[in-house]
């Protein structure tokens, strides 16, 4: 069993930053892939970013690309998000993820089997 805890989210102005961290316990994450993912009120959850396990393939949502940066250390078995340029439109919870062993599409909900409790963004214009 993988427990993923999130931190970092609060409230920011448009154009902040923020740096989010999932720290995983239980067991090492250092082989899997891992995601970070987002739902605003009254909208589906979307993928915002992803990193394979050795961190030299990672993904990004088009509507954050250039400002969003995921990154990990293995070692700490934790993944980081960094935001820059936050918009209001950003303003979500966000959630960190496990992605099945065994490869498949990093951008994919459906192949993640660990979520994070979430932790809230919000971003004020």
Not at 59 to 66: E, F, N, Q, T
Request: charged share 15%; net charge positive; hydrophobic share 30%.
């Amino acid at each position: 069993q993988v427990q993923l805890v999130e931190s970092g989210g609060g409230l920011v102005q448009a154009g902040g930053s923020l740096r989010l961290s999932c720290a995983a316990s239980g067991r090492s994450v250092s082989t899997y892939a891992m995601g970070w993912f987002r739902q605003a009120p009254g909208k589906v959850r979307e993928s915002v970013a992803a990193i394979s396990w050795s961190g030299g393939t990672t993904y990004y949502a088009d509507s954050v690309k250039g400002r969003f940066t995921i990154s990990r250390d293995n070692a700490k078995n934790t993944v980081y998000l960094e935001m820059n340029s936050l918009k209001p439109e950003d303003t979500a919870v966000y959630y960190c993820a496990l992605h099945r062993y065994g490869g498949g599409s990093l951008s994919e909900s459906t192949l993640y089997d660990y979520w994070g409790q979430g932790t809230q963004v919000t971003v004020s214009s």
